[in-house]
T-cell receptor, first 110, second 111 residues
Framework: DVKVTQSSRYLVKRTGEKVFLECVQDMDHENMFWYRQDPGLGLRLIYFSYDVKMKEKGDIPEGYSVSREKKERFSLILESASTNQTSMYLC?????????FGPGTRLTVT | QKEVEQNSGPLSVPEGAIASLNCTYSDRGSQSFFWYRQYSGKSPELIMSIYSNGDKEDGRFTAQLNKASQYVSLLIRDSQPSDSATYLCAAFKAAGNKLTFGGGTRVLVKP
């Protein structure tokens, strides 16, 4: 079974803090993804990576950056958290459209 | 127009009946299509993939694809209360390695 784990299930941060969300997969997938999911807006792609140290912007990259130093690990960084970044963050890994999601991190920025 | 459109529901189905979910997509360059199931408070889980026109069956699930009409559907036969969830349709395009999700259809199976 594919396993994708995320560092936290729930996180509360203050406006302006730097936030790190980490994701680890154990299936040796080259592709990894970060999404956010909001009611009424659905799943939106923030960034993805197709190889170590490679990244591509998704639909909503503003305010975020990513890091992929090892194949199994993909980190999402909020450089200066804002209240409009309160959301559910989902990491996935996979091949093409077959993606396997982690349990998600519910981030609240106050 | 959203790239992948679904009726948000809820689609209410009696236990044992067939649930029929529909999805349309706008990008004719989309090559493959996927259905994900998401239980409340959980993350999406891949349940079906379909790559060519026609039907694909897997247990109680049947996915249907019509590329000419840009239409994808999912049938759930013998619906169970445990099928109550939101079902996300997604279209994949190799150029750009992009998977685009619809907003999801909420399904309620009533005993």
């Amino acid at each position: 079974d594919v396993k994708v784990t995320q560092s936290s299930r729930y996180l509360v941060k203050r406006t302006g803090e730097k936030v790190f969300l980490e994701c680890v997969q154990d299936m040796d997938h080259e592709n990894m993804f970060w999404y956010r999911q909001d009611p009424g807006l659905g799943l939106r792609l923030i960034y993805f990576s197709y190889d170590v140290k490679m990244k591509e912007k998704g639909d909503i990259p503003e305010g975020y950056s990513v890091s992929r130093e090892k194949k199994e690990r993909f980190s999402l960084i909020l450089e200066s958290a804002s209240t409009n970044q309160t959301s559910m963050y989902l990491c996935a890994s996979g091949i093409a459209g077959e993606q396997y999601f982690g349990p998600g991190t519910r981030l609240t920025v106050t | 127009q959203k790239e992948v459109e679904q009726n948000s529901g809820p689609l209410s189905v009696p236990e044992g009946a067939i649930a029929s979910l529909n999805c349309t997509y706008s990008d004719r360059g989309s090559q493959s299509f996927f259905w994900y199931r998401q239980y409340s408070g959980k993350s999406p889980e891949l349940i079906m993939s379909i790559y060519s026109n026609g039907d694909k069956e897997d247990g109680r699930f049947t996915a249907q694809l019509n590329k000419a009409s840009q239409y994808v559907s999912l049938l759930i036969r013998d619906s169970q209360p445990s099928d109550s969830a939101t079902y996300l349709c997604a279209a994949f395009k190799a150029a750009g390695n992009k998977l685009t999700f619809g907003g999801g259809t909420r399904v309620l199976v009533k005993p």
